[in-house]
C-alpha cells in the first residue's frame, strides 16, 4: 500500500517552453501533496505543500508564478515549470500525505533544460 | 528551512558489518521518519518512530525516538551490498503542518 507514482520519469524541454508533472497516489487518498527539489549529492528541500481544492502553500524563495501547482482532487497534483530555464534542470520529487505522520514520495522526474 | 544534523555524511564499510547513523536537531518532533534513496529515485520510508523513547525494527534496520524528542538513530546489521544508498531522517512537527523537515542525508557505500 502507499503508492505513489510520477510521470513523466524524465523530461528534456527546450528553454522558454513549460513542462507538466503529475503526481498520483495510487492507492489512499491524500489530503496533503508536498513538491520537493533536489540537486545533486544534496537532500530534499521542499517547493510547495498543496491541499486538494484550495492553493498551494510556497516556501520563501519559491515563485510561485513559475511553478504552478494544482491539486484538483485527492489522488492528484500537478506542478508545471513555466518557461524554463536551465537553472530549472533538477530532481522533481512529490510526496503523498494521508494523515498527518507519514509521507510517501514518487520516484521523483528528472526534468533537464537545453 | 531548517535541517536537522544528520552523521556521518558518508561511510564506506565492509559487508557485514553494522551501520549507525543519528540525527540531531534544536527542535521537538512528533515523528520521526527515515527513509532510504537510491540513485534516481525517490526516497522510501524504511521506519516511522511516534512515540518518545520507542525502538522499533525492520528486518535489519533498528531506529529510536529519542527521550528527548530531539533526536534519533538508525542501525543497521550485517550490511549487505544492496545497503547502499543514501539515508535520509526527516522529523514531523504537527505544529508545522505536517512538514517534513530533512537531514543532510548519510552516503552509504558497501564492499563486498
Known amino acids: 500500500g502507499a503508492v505513489v507514482s510520477q510521470h513523466p520519469s524524465r523530461v528534456i524541454c527546450k528553454s522558454g517552453t513549460s513542462v507538466k508533472i503529475e503526481c498520483r497516489s495510487l492507492?489512499?487518498?491524500?489530503?496533503?501533496m508536498f513538491w520537493y527539489r533536489q540537486f545533486p549529492k544534496q537532500s530534499l528541500m521542499l517547493m510547495a505543500t498543496?491541499?486538494?481544492?484550495?492553493?498551494?502553500?510556497?516556501e520563501q524563495g519559491v515563485e510561485k508564478d513559475k511553478f504552478l501547482i494544482n491539486h484538483a482532487s485527492l489522488t492528484l497534483s500537478t506542478l508545471t515549470v513555466t518557461s524554463a530555464h536551465p537553472e530549472d534542470s533538477s530532481f522533481y520529487i512529490c510526496?503523498?500525505?494521508?494523515?498527518?505522520?507519514?509521507?510517501?514520495f514518487g520516484p521523483g522526474t528528472r526534468l533537464t533544460v537545453t | 528551512g531548517q535541517q536537522l544534523n544528520q552523521s556521518p555524511q558518508s561511510m564506506f564499510i565492509q559487508e557485514g558489518e553494522d551501520v549507525s547513523m543519528n540525527c540531531t536537531s534544536s527542535s521537538i518532533f512528533n515523528t520521526w521518519l527515515w527513509y532510504k534513496q537510491d540513485p534516481g529515485e525517490g526516497p522510501v520510508l524504511l521506519i516511522a518512530l511516534y512515540k518518545a523513547g520507542e525502538l522499533t525494527s525492520n528486518g535489519r534496520l533498528t531506529a529510536q525516538f529519542g527521550t528527548t524528542r530531539k533526536d534519533s538513530f538508525l542501525n543497521i546489521s550485517a550490511s549487505i551490498p544492496s545497503d547502499v544508498g543514501i539515508y535520509f531522517c526527516?522529523?514531523?512537527?504537527?505544529?508545522?503542518?505536517?512538514?517534513?523537515?530533512f537531514g543532510g542525508g548519510t552516503r552509504l557505500m558497501v564492499k563486498p
Open positions: 492507492d489512499f487518498q491524500a489530503t496533503t
Open positions: 498543496s491541499n486538494e481544492g484550495s492553493k498551494a502553500t510556497y
Open positions: 526527516a522529523g514531523l512537527a504537527l505544529s508545522a503542518g505536517n512538514m517534513l523537515t
Open positions: 510526496s503523498a500525505s494521508a494523515g498527518p505522520y507519514e509521507q510517501y
